[in-house]
Structures are given as structure tokens and as C-alpha cells.
């Protein structure tokens, strides 16, 4: 019988199998067929970043060892360290501006942190743990002080990732934020490094 084991994959692996993982988050996300043409060029571009890690949940019927190259894809995870020359990090470091941080504050969020980029898992492997273990594993013995991610917002807080999120203790840095560029107000949450520590300043 399969089961999922969760691994690192390197950049020539994630080059190979980048359409794969884009079905992955195309379903996740509920995007129309498509959208991982416009998403590719940009996940290509991710992989050159300083410190980008990526880890993969792979189905196998051997969880004793590697999974083979051909083992199916059933999620994804990603980052980078977070720069301040990154589109993301300047609206985030706009945002808390607009809201009234302290410009040493703002530091102190935008300082030094793993900026988790994506996280996906197939609707159908969904609910198994293997959101949890995917993070888990991307964030094991990162150099930053902790990490930074933007997710939807959603009424009650009631999905998955934002339940997965608050279950691991992450906590608000900027809530109902608006990129340029998108209409949807997002949430930026974080939590300090390692997991399982507190949250650093800022991440009140
Ligand atoms: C968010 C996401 C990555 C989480 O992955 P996941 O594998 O479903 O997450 P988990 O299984 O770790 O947690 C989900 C649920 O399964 C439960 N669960 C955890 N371990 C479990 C296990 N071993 N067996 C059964 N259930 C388990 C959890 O309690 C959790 O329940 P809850 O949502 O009611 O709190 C995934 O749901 C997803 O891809 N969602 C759509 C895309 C998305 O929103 N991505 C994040 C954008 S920022």
C-alpha cells in the first residue's frame, strides 16, 4: 500500500517536475487550468533565490527508503530568505508602515526571516498530516530568526491553512492587506525560528 513520505527536493529535481507541482497548487488553490503557465516562469525565478529550499511529499510503496525520482508528487513546499529588494518584503514593510509601526519594529519583523512561499497538498491527500509535515520539515535548521507568510483571509479563520498555521502557534504581523496587483485581503502571519520556540518581537 502507498504511503507519503516527505523529503527535500533539490532545484534540477523541482526544474523536472515543475508542472507536476504546479497541478498541486492549481488544484489546491481551486485556480482555473492555466494559471501554472503564468505561475512557472515565476517558480523558476524563485529557485535562484538566496537560501531557497523546497520539500516535496511524495507517495511510495517503500517509506523505509528514498523515494525513486518517479514517485508521484502529492505536495509541495517552498522559500527563501526574505531581502529587502523582494517585491513581497516591500509591500509587507509598506504595510506595517501604513498601520503605524515603528520603523525599528519593522526591522525587527523584516530583519531576518524564511519567507514560506508556498504550501500545497493535492485535495485529495488532503487532512493526513502531511500539510503539518511538509512545513515541519522546510523549516528544520533554517539559519533566519523566524518566518513570514501571507495567506488569504477567510471568514472565522476557517480553512485549513489558517487552521494548520494557528495549530503550529503562528501568530499576526499585518492582517487584511492588500498586495498591488490582487483584490483579496491577506493575512501575513509569522512565527520565530525554530518551530517550536516563542515568537520573536513583532509577532505579537
Ligand atoms: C493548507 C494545506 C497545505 C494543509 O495541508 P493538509 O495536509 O491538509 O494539512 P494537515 O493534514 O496537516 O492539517 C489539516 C487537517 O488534518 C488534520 N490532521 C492532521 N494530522 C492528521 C492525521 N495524521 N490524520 C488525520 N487528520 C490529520 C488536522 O487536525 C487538520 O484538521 P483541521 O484543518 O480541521 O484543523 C492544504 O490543506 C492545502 O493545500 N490547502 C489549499 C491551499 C492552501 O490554502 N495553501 C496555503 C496557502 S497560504
Not at 502507498?2 to 532545484?11: D, G
Not at 489546491?28 to 516535496?56: F, S
Amino acid at each position: 500500500m502507498s504511503t507519503v513520505v516527505v523529503e527535500a527536493i533539490s532545484a534540477p529535481q523541482i526544474r523536472s517536475r515543475l508542472f507536476e507541482a504546479l497541478d498541486i497548487y492549481v488544484a489546491a488553490m481551486g485556480y482555473p487550468r492555466g494559471t501554472e503557465h503564468h505561475r512557472a516562469p515565476m517558480w523558476a525565478e524563485h529557485i535562484l533565490r538566496d537560501g531557497w529550499r523546497a520539500v516535496g511529499a511524495f507517495l511510495t510503496d517503500d517509506p523505509t527508503a528514498p523515494p525513486p525520482s518517479t514517485a508521484p508528487l502529492v505536495g509541495i513546499a517552498y522559500g527563501y530568505r526574505g531581502a529587502a529588494h523582494h517585491w513581497w518584503d516591500q509591500q509587507v514593510r509598506q504595510g506595517l508602515v501604513a498601520t503605524g509601526v515603528e520603523s525599528a519594529q519593522v526591522e525587527t519583523v523584516l530583519g531576518d526571516y524564511f519567507e514560506l512561499t508556498e504550501l500545497h497538498v493535492h485535495p485529495q491527500a488532503q487532512g493526513r498530516g502531511i500539510g503539518e509535515a511538509l512545513l515541519r520539515e522546510l523549516l528544520t535548521d533554517r539559519p533566519e530568526q523566524g518566518v513570514l507568510l501571507s495567506t488569504p483571509e477567510v471568514s472565522e479563520e476557517d480553512n485549513r491553512a489558517w487552521h494548520l498555521y494557528r495549530r503550529l502557534g503562528f501568530t499576526d504581523v499585518l492582517r487584511h492587506f492588500v498586495f498591488v496587483g490582487d483584490h483579496r485581503p491577506f493575512a501575513v502571519l509569522g512565527h520565530a525560528l525554530p518551530l517550536d520556540g516563542t515568537a520573536p518581537a513583532g509577532h505579537s
